[in-house]
């Protein structure tokens, strides 16, 4: 099974900054992505960020500019650098990572339980 630990959820003014951090491990033979949600109250969960393997990135469109996503292939980490946060930002942040267990041959999804993101003053 892969597991994902997520950190760095935390209460921050407007303006500030915060960095997630995720962690896969397990029986993991690859990772094609590795990817953040979000989830805010009464709202769909939505993308905010993705890496695929090749370091491809992708970002919604509200977080562009202020987001940041990275990856360490070797260490299956993914973090999410978050400035310039805005009170809209508050939400649940989950991490999805894409990966391929080992003695499987097709790709699944994985999902971290979610850390809590609140920016108020």
């Known amino acids: 099974q892969v597991q994902l630990v997520e950190s760095g959820g935390d209460l921050v003014q407007p303006g500030g900054s915060l960095r997630l951090s995720c962690a896969a491990s397990g029986s993991i033979f690859s990772i094609s992505t590795m990817a953040w949600y979000r989830q805010a109250p009464g709202k769909q969960r939505e993308l905010v960020a993705a890496?695929?393997?090749?370091?491809?990135?992708d970002y919604a469109d509200s977080v562009k500019g202020r987001f940041t996503i990275s990856s360490d292939n070797a260490k299956n980490t993914v973090d999410l650098q978050m400035n310039s946060l805005k009170p809209e930002d508050t939400a649940v942040y989950y991490c999805?990572?894409?990966?391929?267990?080992?003695?499987?041959?097709?790709?699944?999804?994985?999902w971290g339980q979610g850390t809590q993101v609140t920016v108020s003053s």
């Open positions: 999805n990572v894409r990966a391929r267990r080992k003695s499987y041959s097709s790709y699944s999804n994985y």
């Open positions: 890496i695929s393997s090749g370091s491809t990135t």
